[in-house]
């Protein structure tokens, strides 16, 4: 029985980064052809978007706590306002971590991408996340 429990978590796991990776690499995929500002290599249809994505949400379960206790003076200055700055500094370290096949210019386009992001781990965990973990379906 327990080692069905311990699966079950796994799964719900594995789930869980699925779906995220997935809308990452959507978002990122979607906000590259709209705008110039953002530049992924096209090169294996999406691959490097599939990483990009993989990098983002592995800093924002490792980095990001950590950069919103180092931040929360200002975030709570500003009223959460800078909250997504947090998120601009995640991009912005993707970006730096695979040099010239995820490119980002311009801070308006990354404060954008940063609010999408930032709905959709809402949105996610609110509607699909929680929901299925709950319910005990996998």
Do not use: C
Not at 27 to 49: E, K, M, P, Q, R
Not at 78 to 104: C, E, M, R, S, W
Not at 118 to 132: A, Q, W, Y
């Amino acid at each position: 029985m327990r080692a069905f429990v311990i699966n079950n978590q796994k799964i719900n796991d594995f789930i869980d980064w699925l779906i995220y990776i997935i809308s990452y690499t959507i978002i990122l995929i979607t906000v590259s052809i709209l705008f110039d500002s953002i530049y992924i290599d096209n090169t294996y249809f999406g691959f490097w978007a599939l990483i990009a994505s993989i990098i983002i949400y592995i800093l924002n379960r490792t980095i990001k706590p950590i950069l919103f206790i180092l931040t929360l003076p200002i975030t709570g200055l500003t009223l959460g306002l800078f909250y997504p700055f947090i998120n601009v500094f995640i991009l912005k370290i993707a970006d730096f971590i695979l040099g010239l096949h995820f490119q980002t210019d311009g801070i308006f386009i990354l404060f954008f991408v940063a609010i999408l992001i930032s709905i959709l781990n809402f949105l996610m965990d609110k509607l699909i996340v929680e929901p299925i973990v709950k319910r005990g379906d996998l």
